[in-house]
């Protein structure tokens, strides 16, 4: 009947990753099963969310196709963009919105920026890292590209719960001195295999590096610091935000153990780690 609205379908799925549950909308059922399939092990059955995003599949507006990213705080807004997307989020409200094309991609990049913004608050960090569980407790292995995040991976033993071979969720407990929990996330690096969504205390953190022994040296808490800020993800253009980042850092390596570990590709450096 003229006059009528056609009511479209929206649908939902809600992403935990380091306990912080995101729903995500869609009015496209075929972007609801990509999304299901490339966050499988990290989707809610709960239903709860903490953050909202409506994701419209299109082109994205004002972007220039091969633009690099940019992070930045207007008015209360964070608006994210970058060549496939364009996102603005509300913190205060806890909603967003997300213009990219059918691919999930972008809206990983976007889930990335997000919880980094929010961990950067709460004292927690994401981290270019490889990160397991071993008996109760969570190992961070930090280092640039190829000195051995996923030789470190493929070689953890069977009684090791890997969490992700290539980006570490870090979040600081808010107990006073109660330390940090580590948690698996769906980022993935060569492995290309989602990290377990399980999650354990911080034991230590091991600065990694390839050479022709296996051995364990301390790292000076300014040294460590230095290294842990060169590899932790952050991308706001925000002073405050900056801040925060470095604040985190400084925390962290006084408060966790850190090493440097030089090995040679042999499952037997997992008899030094622990």
Same mark, same amino acid.
């Given at each position: 009947?003229?006059?009528?609205?056609?009511?479209?379908?929206?649908?939902?799925?809600?992403?935990?990753?380091?306990?912080?549950?995101?729903?995500?909308?869609?009015?496209d059922s075929d972007f609801l099963e990509i999304l299901q399939n490339r966050y499988a092990g990290f989707v809610s059955d709960e239903g709860r969310a903490e953050y909202d995003f409506d994701v419209e599949l299109t082109v994205p507006p004002f972007c220039d196709p091969d633009a690099d990213l940019s992070v930045t705080y207007r008015s209360g807004r964070w608006l994210?963009? %970058? !060549?496939?997307? /364009?996102?603005?989020?509300? @913190?205060?409200?806890? %909603? !967003?919105?997300? /213009?990219?094309?059918?691919? @999930?991609?972008?809206i990983d990049a976007v889930l990335r920026i997000v919880h980094t913004l929010v961990l950067a608050r709460q004292g927690g960090f994401l981290l270019h890292s490889a990160s397991a569980i071993r008996n109760g407790k969570a190992f961070l292995f930090a280092g640039v590209s190829g000195a051995g995040k996923t030789t470190i991976s493929r070689l953890a033993p069977a009684d090791a719960t890997l969490l992700t071979d290539e980006i570490s969720y870090v979040?600081?407990?808010?107990?006073?001195?109660?330390?940090?929990?580590?948690?698996?996330?769906?980022?993935?690096?060569?492995?290309a295999k989602l990290g377990e969504n399980a999650s354990a205390p911080v034991a230590a953190l091991y600065l990694l590096a390839q050479g022709p022994e296996n051995r364990i040296e301390p790292v000076a808490a300014a040294d460590a610091g230095r290294e842990l800020l060169a590899n932790m993800l952050f991308f706001a253009e925000d002073q405050e935000m900056v801040h925060c980042a470095f604040q985190a850092a400084c925390d962290f390596v006084h408060r966790v153990p850190v090493h440097r570990l030089t090995f040679v590709p042999d499952a037997r450096v997992w008899e030094l780690i622990g």
């Open positions: 009947m003229p006059g009528l609205a056609t009511q479209v379908e929206r649908y939902s799925v809600v992403i935990a990753i380091g306990g912080v549950p995101v729903r995500v909308n869609t009015t994210l963009q %970058r !060549g496939d997307f /364009h996102a603005e989020w509300e @913190p205060v409200t806890r %909603r !967003g919105s997300i /213009h990219q094309t059918a691919n @999930p991609y972008s979040r600081k407990q808010p107990e006073q001195d109660a330390g940090y929990i580590a948690y698996g996330t769906p980022f993935t690096g060569e492995l």
